[in-house]
């Protein structure tokens, strides 16, 4: 009898580590006693994102940190493998191969999509020869199969080479060589995921993430006996756990329902590889590497059937494009020529209304993205059909269920969730599986948040529900435990000064560390300022102050407060935006630094600027040229001056004779990802011919900190490394502005409970203050942890609505939060609110302005 196989498949955490390899080599082994396993893996984490930086870079010039960061990379896995020369040949050549063909990019300053297919498969090349090494040290029969031979990509020939080569498609036909044959004798076969090759023998990729795509292809063309995926989270979810953690495992599904959850939003599995397992009747299962004999969820054909609302999910950067046409009223075959646009240029279109004079689409594949050629050429086909709009970035919030129409009743409250929202579109999908409904990007995670609550929250029971998010990484090694919160050893004094009442406590010693901490890492920053509007207790300017940093301002009241505080020794920089002319006078009065936002307030108060030295604000984000005919573009927000448009202001600079010798650019905040400071720096720096009197580059703030379970913590010293790679800003002051980053996590809120109701089944936990002490939820549905301080370390009980004492529907602290059972007079501590948290507060329903002390 023939021995059936299974196919394991590895993403690229769970190929990272030598630890991973010993789990993947124990699965196989296992697997091995009943089965043939066929194994595909990912590339080793990050490569195939650096892979496609180091394309961007050879095309600008040159590639070779990128390079010299993927050799260390992959040689630093080598050595915790124990690998030998032998085994290192083939990536050692790979990588040979792979700065050869980037120096030709860096030639040419071009990279065709076929030669960007070809550099990024070298993640997965090497991964598998890595693994290779690994498993036969771990004693297994195992040979290294190339994926290119057996997955044979289809395409016309219109197809554009961006889809051909980047997303490509591979039918599920077994190929002339098959995966049978291929595996010869061994018991283990490793092979690549995310690669195929097209007809003509060029290596063709499946789409970011399409690993999981190969291994259903395999599974499929093998007749596997299952389909394993492992990853690093458990399975699909009912929503995103990072949005809200008491997100619910679902532990069995549909192969409809999971495909229609990954292509609206959830990013576990790629959306592509339903289809085979489902042809084939394969059962597919996700499961957790670091947490192996923990719940997984399990996608079949047969399953559950009575309606439900199973997941709340949402996409971001969905392009949505209207069209407005009078010609469209009772014409005939109007539609398939809209659509024939679009077909023609190679672009899928997902949702779908229409009126009797618009249609309204958005787009899920646009080859070469919105600059690309062939959506300007499909802009242009359809501005002779009538007038076009394009938001470039929208997001989809989708309701996925089965037989989502008959929950139609229930969802009745959940709609006031949209009210005040933007809604682009609506649309239901034709298989009842979805309600979808495209709102402005920020409005999204609320969005889900409320949605979820009504819809999952509250610890509903089903057979398909498994544990939630928190409760499924507290134990595991999944996330990093975090050190215990410096409020847990102040617990007492905490308690103490909460039996007053409502208030704010800010522990300085945490302030002072977390400054500390980034005057330590980043080295080459000659100034910082703190953000004061963060937090502007006084002595938390006196601690900032006291360890050399200056103080943003926004306001003339802020440089009075600061100067009022600090004295006037302490540098002081001034950004105000749309700010009344006169508050300018008075900054340059109080000896602070200003920074301009636009040439307007030079020709509003031409005697308050002339003569004078000055900083400038830049905004990146615009005028990156195809966006002209994009209506929302970055250009929607209010701050900074248009990148291409420094001519206006520097024409009004030499009228004054105001010298410009400060650029400066905020990118957003909350920012976790470590190279958003560099990029901000090299557009800078770029600009430097431009301005002679340029002595200082500031970077603006923007460092994030961890505010949900889950969230990885901003590397500085990977900030510190993407800096030191950046050109052409010698002699120049870096500065820096973080607010956020030394403020947030000193700072609690600590709220007495009033009254625990249940209502409607739902319960709530009533706090003596809500929006009008703590803003940030109800304004941008900001997370921010809540715990039972008096019944610290009792076990989660109760799953509750927090809400505060406003009058308003939306005031609500956190949905679903799980609690110890709580009763009135308890004080709950609401976490990492020492920033934008006392500063915002009101006054509303008069309660006053809840007070603020600070510890240490
Ligand atoms: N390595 C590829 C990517 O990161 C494919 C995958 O991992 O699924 O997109
Ligand atoms: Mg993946």
């Given at each position: 009898?023939?021995?059936?196989?299974?196919?394991?498949?590895y993403?690229g955490?769970s190929?990272a580590?030598p630890e991973r390899?010993a789990?993947i080599?124990d699965?196989?082994?296992?697997c091995?006693t009943?089965?043939?396993?066929?194994?595909?893996?990912?590339?080793?984490?990050?490569v195939?994102?650096?892979?496609?930086?180091?394309l961007?870079?050879?095309?600008?010039?040159?590639?070779s940190?990128?390079?010299?960061?993927?050799?260390?990379?992959?040689?630093?896995l080598?050595?915790?493998?124990?690998l030998?020369a032998?085994?290192?040949?083939?990536?050692r050549?790979?990588?040979?191969?792979?700065?050869?063909l980037?120096?030709?990019?860096?030639?040419?300053?071009?990279?065709?999509?076929?030669?960007?297919?070809r550099?990024?498969s070298?993640?997965?090349?090497?991964?598998?020869?890595?693994?290779?090494?690994?498993?036969?040290?771990?004693?297994?029969?195992?040979t290294?199969?190339?994926a290119?031979?057996?997955?044979?990509?289809?395409?016309g020939?219109a197809?554009?080479?961006?889809?051909?080569?980047?997303?490509?498609?591979?039918?599920?036909r077994?190929?002339?060589?098959?995966?049978?044959?291929?595996?010869?004798?061994?018991?283990?076969?490793?092979?690549?995921?995310?690669?195929?090759?097209t007809?003509d023998?060029?290596?063709?990729?499946?789409?970011?993430g399409g690993?999981d795509?190969s291994?259903?292809?395999?599974?499929?063309?093998?007749?596997?006996?299952?389909?394993?995926?492992?990853?690093?989270?458990h399975g699909?979810?009912t929503t995103?756990?990072r949005?809200l953690?008491?997100?619910?495992l679902?532990?069995?599904?549909?192969?409809?329902?999971?495909?229609?959850?990954?292509?609206?939003?959830?990013?576990?599995?790629h959306?592509?590889?339903?289809?085979?397992v489902?042809?084939?009747?394969v059962p597919l299962?996700?499961r957790?590497?670091?947490?192996?004999?923990g719940?997984?969820?399990?996608?079949?054909?047969d399953g559950?059937?009575?309606?439900?609302?199973?997941a709340?999910?949402?996409r971001?950067?969905?392009?949505?494009?209207?069209?407005?046409?009078l010609?469209?009223?009772?014409?005939?075959g109007?539609?398939?020529?809209l659509?024939g646009?679009?077909?023609?240029?190679g672009?899928?279109v997902d949702?779908v209304?229409?009126?009797?004079?618009?249609?309204t689409?958005?787009?899920?594949?646009v080859?070469g993205?919105?600059g690309?050629?062939?959506?300007q050429?499909?802009?242009?086909?359809?501005?002779?059909?009538?007038?076009?709009?394009v938001?470039?970035?929208?997001a989809?919030?989708?309701?996925?269920?089965?037989?989502?129409?008959t929950?139609?009743p229930?969802?009745?409250?959940?709609?006031a969730?949209?009210?005040?929202?933007?809604?682009?579109?609506?649309?239901?999908?034709?298989?009842?599986?979805?309600?979808?409904?495209?709102?402005?990007?920020?409005?999204?995670?609320?969005?889900?948040?409320?949605?979820?609550?009504?819809?999952?929250?509250?610890?509903?029971?089903?057979?398909?529900?498994?544990?939630?998010w928190?409760e499924?990484t507290?134990?595991t090694?999944?996330?990093?435990a975090r050190?215990?919160?410096?409020w847990?050893?102040?617990?007492?004094?905490?308690?103490?000064?909460?039996?007053?009442g409502?208030?704010?406590?800010?522990?300085?010693?945490v302030?002072r560390?977390?400054?500390?901490?980034l005057?330590?890492?980043?080295?080459?920053?000659?100034?910082r300022?703190?953000?004061m509007?963060a937090?502007?207790?006084?002595?938390v300017?006196?601690?900032?102050?006291?360890?050399?940093?200056?103080?943003?301002c926004?306001?003339a009241?802020?440089?009075a407060?600061?100067?009022?505080?600090?004295?006037?020794?302490?540098?002081?920089?001034?950004t105000?935006n749309?700010?009344?002319?006169?508050?300018y006078?008075?900054?340059?009065?109080?000896?602070?630094?200003v920074?301009l936002d636009?040439?307007?307030v030079l020709?509003?108060?031409?005697a308050?600027f002339?003569?004078?030295a000055?900083?400038?604000?830049l905004?990146?984000?615009?005028?990156?040229g195809?966006?002209?005919?994009?209506?929302?573009a970055?250009a929607?927000t209010?701050?900074?001056?248009p990148i291409?448009?420094?001519?206006?202001?520097?024409?009004?600079?030499r009228?004054?004779?105001?010298?410009?010798?400060?650029?400066?650019?905020?990118?957003?905040?909350?920012?976790l990802?470590?190279?958003?400071?560099?990029?901000?720096?090299?557009?800078?720096a770029?600009?430097?011919?431009?301005?002679?009197?340029?002595?200082?580059?500031d970077?603006?703030?923007?460092l994030?900190?961890v505010?949900r379970?889950?969230?990885v913590?901003?590397?500085?010293d990977a900030?510190?490394v993407?800096?030191r790679?950046v050109?052409?800003?010698?002699?120049?002051?870096l500065?820096?502005e973080?607010g956020r980053?030394?403020?947030?996590e000193?700072?609690v809120?600590?709220?007495p409970?009033?009254?625990?109701?249940?209502?409607?089944?739902?319960?709530?936990?009533?706090?003596?203050?809500?929006?009008?002490?703590?803003?940030?939820?109800?304004?941008?549905?900001?997370?921010?942890g809540?715990h039972?301080?008096?019944?610290w370390?009792e076990p989660?009980?109760?799953?509750?609505?927090?809400?505060?004492p406003?009058c308003?529907?939306?005031?609500?602290?956190?949905h679903d939060r799980v609690?110890?059972?709580?009763?009135p007079?308890?004080?709950?501590?609401?976490?990492n609110?020492?920033?934008?948290?006392?500063?915002?507060?009101?006054?509303?329903?008069?309660?006053g302005?809840v007070?603020?002390v600070?510890l240490?």
């Amino acid at each position: 009898m023939t021995v059936p196989w299974v196919v394991l498949k590895y993403g690229g955490t769970s190929v990272a580590t030598p630890e991973r390899w010993a789990a993947i080599a124990d699965r196989v082994a296992a697997c091995a006693t009943t089965h043939r396993v066929w194994l595909v893996v990912s590339a080793v984490s990050q490569v195939s994102n650096r892979l496609e930086r180091a394309l961007d870079e050879a095309v600008a010039g040159d590639a070779s940190t990128s390079v010299a960061w993927l050799t260390e990379r992959h040689e630093a896995l080598a050595d915790g493998l124990g690998l030998d020369a032998a085994d290192r040949a083939p990536v050692r050549a790979l990588l040979d191969e792979l700065a050869t063909l980037l120096r030709g990019v860096a030639l040419t300053a071009e990279a065709s999509p076929r030669l960007r297919a070809r550099v990024l498969s070298f993640g997965e090349l090497a991964s598998t020869w890595l693994g290779l090494g690994a498993l036969r040290r771990a004693g297994l029969d195992v040979t290294r199969v190339d994926a290119r031979r057996l997955l044979r990509a289809e395409a016309g020939p219109a197809t554009p080479d961006a889809t051909r080569y980047l997303e490509a498609r591979v039918p599920t036909r077994t190929a002339p060589d098959g995966p049978a044959a291929a595996a010869g004798a061994a018991r283990v076969v490793i092979t690549q995921g995310f690669i195929a090759s097209t007809a003509d023998g060029h290596t063709a990729l499946l789409g970011r993430g399409g690993s999981d795509t190969s291994a259903a292809l395999f599974a499929a063309l093998l007749g596997a006996d299952r389909c394993e995926i492992w990853t690093d989270v458990h399975g699909l979810f009912t929503t995103d756990p990072r949005l809200l953690p008491s997100a619910r495992l679902l532990t069995r599904l549909r192969y409809r329902e999971a495909e229609e959850l990954a292509a609206l939003g959830a990013k576990v599995l790629h959306p592509r590889c339903l289809g085979p397992v489902a042809q084939a009747r394969v059962p597919l299962e996700v499961r957790n590497t670091a947490d192996p004999q923990g719940p997984s969820t399990r996608i079949e054909a047969d399953g559950d059937d009575e309606p439900a609302v199973l997941a709340v999910v949402h996409r971001q950067g969905v392009p949505l494009v209207s069209l407005h046409t009078l010609s469209m009223w009772g014409q005939p075959g109007y539609l398939s020529r809209l659509f024939g646009v679009f077909a023609t240029h190679g672009i899928s279109v997902d949702l779908v209304a229409t009126s009797q004079a618009a249609l309204t689409v958005t787009l899920d594949h646009v080859p070469g993205g919105l600059g690309g050629p062939a959506f300007q050429a499909a802009l242009a086909d359809l501005e002779a059909l009538g007038t076009v709009t394009v938001r470039p970035a929208c997001a989809v919030v989708s309701m996925v269920g089965r037989h989502i129409r008959t929950v139609l009743p229930r969802l009745g409250g959940s709609f006031a969730a949209f009210e005040e929202r933007g809604v682009h579109l609506v649309s239901a999908s034709s298989e009842d599986l979805n309600l979808s409904f495209v709102v402005d990007a920020d409005d999204a995670p609320r969005l889900v948040r409320d949605l979820h609550a009504h819809l999952l929250g509250g610890g509903v029971q089903a057979p398909w529900l498994g544990p939630s998010w928190s409760e499924l990484t507290t134990p595991t090694e999944a996330v990093p435990a975090r050190p215990s919160p410096w409020w847990v050893a102040r617990r007492d004094a905490l308690l103490s000064l909460a039996a007053d009442g409502p208030v704010w406590v800010q522990d300085l010693a945490v302030v002072r560390e977390r400054a500390r901490a980034l005057v330590t890492a980043l080295p080459q920053i000659g100034a910082r300022f703190y953000a004061m509007k963060a937090n502007d207790h006084p002595d938390v300017l006196r601690a900032v102050v006291d360890l050399g940093f200056g103080l943003e301002c926004v306001s003339a009241a802020e440089v009075a407060h600061a100067r009022a505080t600090c004295g006037d020794a302490v540098p002081l920089l001034f950004t105000p935006n749309f700010c009344p002319v006169e508050e300018y006078a008075a900054a340059f009065a109080a000896g602070a630094e200003v920074v301009l936002d636009g040439p307007d307030v030079l020709h509003q108060a031409p005697a308050t600027f002339r003569g004078r030295a000055v900083g400038l604000r830049l905004d990146p984000g615009g005028g990156q040229g195809h966006h002209a005919k994009v209506t929302t573009a970055g250009a929607r927000t209010k701050f900074g001056h248009p990148i291409d448009d420094v001519d206006r202001v520097l024409d009004a600079a030499r009228a004054l004779d105001v010298r410009i010798v400060g650029l400066h650019a905020h990118v957003g905040s909350g920012i976790l990802e470590p190279t958003a400071w560099s990029r901000t720096a090299r557009t800078l720096a770029g600009l430097r011919a431009r301005f002679p009197d340029l002595r200082w580059v500031d970077l603006g703030g923007g460092l994030g900190v961890v505010e949900r379970p889950g969230q990885v913590a901003l590397d500085l010293d990977a900030v510190a490394v993407a800096l030191r790679g950046v050109e052409g800003l010698d002699g120049l002051e870096l500065r820096i502005e973080p607010g956020r980053y030394l403020v947030s996590e000193g700072g609690v809120l600590l709220l007495p409970v009033t009254q625990v109701r249940d209502k409607g089944g739902v319960t709530f936990v009533g706090a003596a203050a809500g929006m009008d002490a703590l803003l940030r939820p109800a304004l941008y549905g900001a997370w921010h942890g809540i715990h039972n301080l008096s019944r610290w370390g009792e076990p989660p009980t109760i799953v509750a609505e927090v809400v505060g004492p406003i009058c308003e529907t939306g005031d609500v602290l956190g949905h679903d939060r799980v609690l110890p059972i709580t009763a009135p007079g308890d004080v709950l501590l609401v976490e990492n609110t020492g920033a934008y948290g006392h500063v915002m507060g009101s006054h509303y329903n008069r309660r006053g302005v809840v007070r603020q002390v600070t510890l240490g």
